[in-house]
């Protein structure tokens, strides 16, 4: 009988192998030379993504599958990870060659600062899509604003995660020290909602994609128990920090509330080590964009990719092999 390996299972198989020193793939590293597009031995390519019930393992498990069926010799894994900060941590370490990374988390990357003490040398093959901050409150906790959340039990995200990253800077922009001012509870979002509905935890912060499986579980669930609240007032102070935060919407018909929610948002970025193979690059960006109507079918937030905004993954440059792949798709017919 054949074994149907699950993402779970894949995740289990990953950490296996990185407790006795790390997966080795076989994605060769740039010698230099023309970038061709075309990869001559079978590779095998491992995915950082997030956690089980966002975005970034829906498409980041929707990617793998069409790199798998491009016929480019590239064979991808997918893994659940606590997301951003660790995704890059560990791709740099050579646990994995590919990780979905929210842009603030990346330019500190690359600018060797924050949660990281050296500049990162990583690269991005493109911007995709944007993920939308949303802080949700349980009603029966009375929190009106951040500043409210002061004494009450709130979710971070999960440690190492760009929500984490966001969770604490919204938090020290009004007012608050994350590590005395709150009970902070650095869960994953499926344990989060489980919080949530429970009564265990009393706000949450999320950084993800429209619309998030377990967010719209939470609001299916619970609806008439939690509410959103609007956090663009924090936008100032956070674009001190990074100007990639910018004010944005999410809409009504994401997760059936009453009314449009303001919030902040930030694009996010699939990066690479900045010395892959640049072909095993291209063939991954081009599989990107090939490909987009079936990532769309795994979560509508893939009809953000775009070739029109791929390039704007400022201050992490776009790897050579990225930019080749690009180049072609923008070609004229």
Known sequence: MRRIVTATTALTLVLATAACGG???TAATDTGGDVTCQVGQDTRVG?????????????GNAFAEQVNASGSR??????????????IQQLVAGSYDVAFSLADTAADAVNGTNSFTAKQPVAALARIHT?????????????????????KRVSTGSPKSGTEVIAN???????????????AQKLDLTKTVDGMKDGSIDALFWSGGLPTPGI?????????????LDVTPLLPALQKINEVYQEGTVPAATYRQPADVKTIVVPNYLLVRADLDPDVACVLTRTLFDRKPQLEQA?????????STA???APVPLHRGAEKALDDLNAPK
């Open 131 to 151: 993920n939308y901050t949303q802080v949700i409150v349980r009603k029966a906790a009375g929190i009106e604003d951040v500043a409210g959340m002061k004494g």
């Open 216 to 228: 719209t579980d939470l609001l299916t669930t619970a609806k008439d128990q939690v509410a959103f």
């Open 74 to 87: 590239v064979q991808a894994t997918a893994a659940e990870t606590g997301a951003s900060v660790q995704n």
């Open 47 to 59: 995915i950082a993504t997030g956690n089980a019930t966002g975005v970034y393992f829906a498409l």
């Open 169 to 183: 800077r919204m938090l020290t922009a009004a007012g608050l020290d994350p590590a005395t001012d709150v009970s």
């Open 299 to 307: 979560n509508a937030a893939a009809k953000e990719i775009s070739l």
């Open 311 to 313: 390039r704007r993954t």
């Open 23 to 25: 997966r080795q793939d």
